[in-house]
């Protein structure tokens, strides 16, 4: 069973991106920021992780960052799923070490595929 | 008393002025040596041996004669304020360093000029040096009641005349600029004028108080001696003409003098110096004459029928009662104003002599030549050998002339001589049309008129009424007899002097300058002198010059003279002051008035005249041209000052649109975040909403408690939705002004238990204690809907912020006459000080990075700022023991216009 990591303070988004997670057989870990994100990555190390941007606290760069210096996160994949779309927006995301950006609103199915195409490679 | 104690009391008070002067050299710029009272002082130096000792004479022997001297200075001294002002102003400009320079530039650097004044100061002074010499002399004689030594090395005077030329020469030529300030000498100068002063008052006090029992009492007796009363009258009209013109003379005399002239305006430090100058100064010569009178007629009642010298009073009355001490003194105060005299009318002469007679006629070829620090060597070593020359000579005229005449007599002659610059000096300042030639022939009539009626006469000896020439005249001519010229009878001979020489000297001077016009050189500068405060800035712009001139031959001149170092230091300064590009080759018209200046502290305007055209090829202008480029670069000077007007108004306005700007520009990236961070918060709840619809629609498995959850999510974001969009538009209208608000008397506890009401729940869920303090009912105009919407807001954050356990939110509500002030507080995490003021910004992001997530919508508080703001109040986020605290104001009178 593959583990899922997704980070984002809108408890309703997140609602509907674990039931769809737990639908196709994910095991679905859940943070509401950054910080906790971070604390949940010290034991459990998923496979992928969806990370919002904008969220108090510990923003989603800031853990990004943290995720890449870890060794044993060194495979896993990382989203960035932002309301952030401009350009550039996006750009920086990927620069930082991201797999992939998607933007909000986002499709529930084109999300599901991503994540397995990202695990597939 | 012994004259070997007198010598060592004498050498000890010498050491003590070098002292001084050493002192003030080194402290320079220093508050003691550089303020108004040391300049007042130093001016002081007019009062001589001859003020100190003659005056008396004058009192003793025919009253109130002395006065006139002292009058005219006291009369003039107002004057100042403009026309001293006006003198130093040029002076300065144009590193001017005698009167002798003042003059010669004037008339166009004229070198002949120079000199003609030089020869008329050095005629003048060295006899008057001599005179100081002489008082020095006899009075160390009177006071050691010794005879005077024929023989030149058993006279103390030789030794003080030595003593002296060594120190003026020392401390009076320290900087080749000749227009360079003498520190230690105005210092000592200044030290002495208050010494001389301080003596002479001891000793009037000493005759009017102890000797005589007031000046009453001097009054009554001196009343029962014959001729009192006639002594004491001015005497009619004519002579009455008599005191006006040696008030006259002496008016000219404080201009005009070269030790006038050095302390007055050489040695000025600031212009401001002056304002005290001009009552401090006339208050010094009152004090000093206060005592005249007394001691005067102290001395005739002790003395009378004696066979004394009147002029000796003041150190023969307490030798009579034996008083050593005081003897002593009154010789020091005697002592301080002659050697002052001595020093600084040394100092000034000598400038002359080697500036203006030595350096132009003689030196300048081979200096030329020499290198830059041989040059200056020999420039100084001359001024050096000037001083001391000058002194030994006057020394000689003492030895060997005998100088018969009471010490006011011989000052007075020279004075008249001097006198003989005035209209010229005068006609310098404020005739344009004063010239060269002018100046030149009405200098030498005066002084011819002088030697004519004063000296040849004083040289025959003015008592020897044998004398053919001056009982029966020239030849025989009753006209031409020297003291009552065309039968002028009823004036003394000094003003009698000063009346015909003043008179066809100014006639001359006034045909001449009309008759002949002057070249542009002179035309030029008369502008310039006349028009000083238009050209105060940039003064070099008004010198007109035409011609080719070559940067490299004019440096190298002043290479020669001012060294490499300081001459690059000034062409530096020039490019600066004129903007000019230091790699032009050519030299315009202010780079030669320039470098005229620079040279002429040196060696002279005329040498420097001399100098500077020697490399530069000139062309020679017209009158009327120089004239036509006079009136043009006077219009210049006021466009120039328009448009350095205008320029600043430019600057100031260009300013103000670069503020405006870098405000347009905050306002347009702080327009672009509220866009972007207004985008991302509507997107958040359609994307919640989107994503359950999708789930909803493909998923039909879903089971029925999470569909209606689902369904759930969608209707409160939705809700939220719409809540943002009202809060977004609200604040708009607030921003451009749609808004209004409808202020009406409301109770502002009733406000506040009204919005707090619809909370009640939540606070209840979250276990927190409200708690208001108010201790009775406020009254307030205000708008009832808008601040219970700011209430319920802040509440509503409070409610947020407060911890899991053991909330608490406490509103406090308090009044002075004019505001009621309500504020909010929480036990929660608090805000930090930092974000204070931007919480009420839009969309406020704490620590200001775009990233984080705003708390709640973002446009709470900056709603709650436009409502409070509307009202005329204010809100504000302050510190507080714990978590947070938002006040806010509201005016208790309907004085909102909204």
Redesign the interface.
Known sequence: MKKILIVD??P??V???E??FK?NNYQVFIARDGQEALDILKTNYPDVIILD????MV???ATLEQIKKEDNLKHTKVIFLS???KESDIAKGLSLGANAYMT??????KIVDQVSELLEN | MNSILLLIILSGYLAVLFFIAHWAEKKGNSKWTNNPYVYTLSLAVYCTAWTYYGSIGVAAKSGLGYLPIYLGPIIIAPSWILILKKIIRISRVNKISSIADFISLRYGNSRFLGAIVTVICLTGILPYIALQLKAISETFHLVTKTATNSFIFDDTTTYVAVALALFASYYGTRYVDASEKRKGIVTAVAMESILKLVFFVIIGIYVTYFVFDGFDDIYQKASLLENFKEKNTIGGLPQAINWFLLCVLSMFAIFLLPRQFQVSVIENNRENHINTAVWLFPLYLLIFNLFVYPIAWGGNILFEGQDVNSDSYSLLIPQFFNNKTLTVLVFLGGFSAAISMIVVSSIGLSTMLTNNVLIPYNLLGKLKSDEQTISSRKIINSRKFGIFILIILSYFIYRYFGLDYSLVSIGLVAFVIIAQLAPAFFGALFWRRGSRLGAIYSIIIGFLICIYTLLIPYTIGISNLESFFISKGFMGIELLRPFQLFGLDYLQPVPHALFWSLLFNSFTYFAVSVSFKGNYRERNYAEMFVDINKYIINHENAFIWKGTAYRNDIEKVLIRFLGEERTKRAMNIFNVKYNVDKNQELADARLIKFSENLLTGHIGTASARILISSVVKEEKISLPEVLKILEESKENIITNKKLTETSKELKEISAKLQTANSSLIKKDLQKDEFLDTVTHELRTPITAIRAASEILHDDDEIPEDLRKQFLQNIISESDRLNRLIDKILDLEKFETGKQTINPSKNNLSNTIEKAIEPLQQLIKNKNITIHIESKHKFNAYYDEDRIFQVITNLVSNAIKFCPEKEGLITIQIAENSDFIQTSVLDNGKGIPTSDFEVIFDKFYQSTNQNIKKPVGSGLGLAICRQIIEHHKGRIWAQPSIKGACISFTLPKNKNTEN
């Not at chain 1, 941007?53 to 108090?56: D, G, K, Q, S, V």
């Not at chain 1, 909000?104 to 199915?109: A, M, N």
Request: no cysteine; charged share 25%; net charge positive.
């Open positions: 303070d809108e309703n988004i609602m509907a991106l039931y769809t639908k941007i904008m969220m108090p923003d989603g760069y309301a952030k779309n909000k609103p986002f499709s529930i199915k």
